[in-house]
Nanobody, 115 residues
Framework: QVQLVESGGGLVQAGGSLRLSCAASESIGSINVMGWYRQAPGKQRELVVVITRGGLKTYGYFVKGRFTISRDNAKSTVSLQMNSLKPEDTAVYYC?????????WGQGTQVTVSS
């Protein structure tokens, strides 16, 4: 059972930046995929970006070069650098890990972007 804890959310003005971090309770070296999803009020949860163990990244359509994911297997962390934030980026951001057929989710961290 992998536990994921997100941090780094908060309130930022449009055009600003935030960095989210996700710390895993055990080594992520064997975890196939890690990444971030988000859910805005009244909307479905959607992909932000995921990264495989081999470093392959898949971004959500709306990212358009604004967000960058990084994975540190030694520290068992995954980070998300978000730049040029927009009000429509306001959502709860969730960390996700996929290990074999098992999926794990963090409890989420709120990101609010004011106009």
């Amino acid at each position: 059972q992998v536990q994921l804890v997100e941090s780094g959310g908060g309130l930022v003005q449009a055009g600003g930046s935030l960095r989210l971090s996700c710390a895993a309770s055990e080594s992520i070296g064997s975890i196939n995929v890690m990444g971030w999803y988000r859910q805005a009020p009244g909307k479905q949860r959607e992909l932000v970006v995921v990264i495989t163990r081999g470093g392959l990244k898949t971004y959500g359509y709306f990212v358009k070069g604004r967000f960058t994911i990084s994975r540190d297997n030694a520290k068992s962390t995954v980070s998300l650098q978000m730049n040029s934030l927009k009000p429509e980026d306001t959502a709860v951001y969730y960390c996700k890990a996929v290990a074999g057929s098992d999926e794990y989710w963090g409890q989420g961290t709120q990101v609010t972007v004011s106009s």
